[in-house]
């Protein structure tokens, strides 16, 4: 899976797809809103259980206490952790419906502190639209996407 300007190109398809607002670096940062560059596996599909349906079984269900720490000072930093939580974090449960399918990369793992957290591929607020250094894409296409591809798989950013 290779994300290009042209879009995410995967299976003989181009799917347009969202980038980071600061473009891609290869000196990613937490906060930066970068996309980083390099070749990030896919390590977990996370979905709304009461939104979705016909995934693949290595999908799980996101909670209604999941979390996601983006705080470099948090021993979970860039890991899934629950409710409460002390340190500053993302809610994975989201009203809007840009959580509700979530393939987790494996950018920053192990966790090194301040080198970015929670880069995902999910779907776009709205097409064009950048993200905070994820890769987003029309919800019709990541759900085409999610049924297709295996844990390990390479989303390819250059």
Same mark, same amino acid.
């Given at each position: 899976? *290779?994300?290009?300007?042209a879009?995410v190109?995967?299976?003989g398809r *181009? %799917?347009?797809c969202?980038i980071g607002r600061?473009?891609? +670096?290869?000196?990613k940062r937490e906060?930066d809103?970068? +996309?980083?560059r390099?070749?990030h596996r896919? =390590? ?6 009461d ?7 290595w999908? $799980?269900? =996101? ?8 705080d470099p000072?948090?021993?979970a930093?860039?890991?899934l952790v $629950?409710?409460?939580?002390p340190?500053?974090?993302e809610?994975l $449960?989201r009203a809007d419906?840009?959580?509700? %399918?979530?393939?987790? +990369?494996d950018?920053?793992?192990p966790a090194?502190?301040?080198h970015?957290? !929670?880069i995902f591929?999910? +779907?776009?607020?709205?097409?064009? !639209?950048?993200?905070a250094?994820c890769?987003a894409? !029309? *919800?019709?296409? =990541?759900l085409?996407?999610?049924?297709r591809i $295996? ?7 250059r």
């Amino acid at each position: 899976m *290779r994300v290009t300007k042209a879009g995410v190109l995967f299976a003989g398809r *181009r %799917l347009a797809c969202s980038i980071g607002r600061g473009g891609v +670096t290869g000196a990613k940062r937490e906060g930066d809103m970068a +996309t980083p560059r390099g070749d990030h596996r896919i =390590i977990g599909m996370l979905y709304r259980a009461d939104r979705l349906a016909g995934l693949p079984a290595w999908a $799980r269900p =996101i909670g209604p206490g999941d979390l996601w720490s983006d705080d470099p000072a948090d021993p979970a930093y860039n890991r899934l952790v $629950r409710r409460p939580h002390p340190f500053r974090h993302e809610s994975l $449960r989201r009203a809007d419906p840009m959580y509700d %399918l979530i393939l987790v +990369t494996d950018w920053n793992t192990p966790a090194r502190p301040g080198h970015g957290s !929670a880069i995902f591929v999910h +779907t776009w607020r709205r097409r064009g !639209a950048p993200t905070a250094g994820c890769v987003a894409l !029309a *919800r019709k296409d =990541i759900l085409w996407l999610a049924r297709r591809i $295996r844990p390990g798989c390479v989303l390819r950013v250059r």
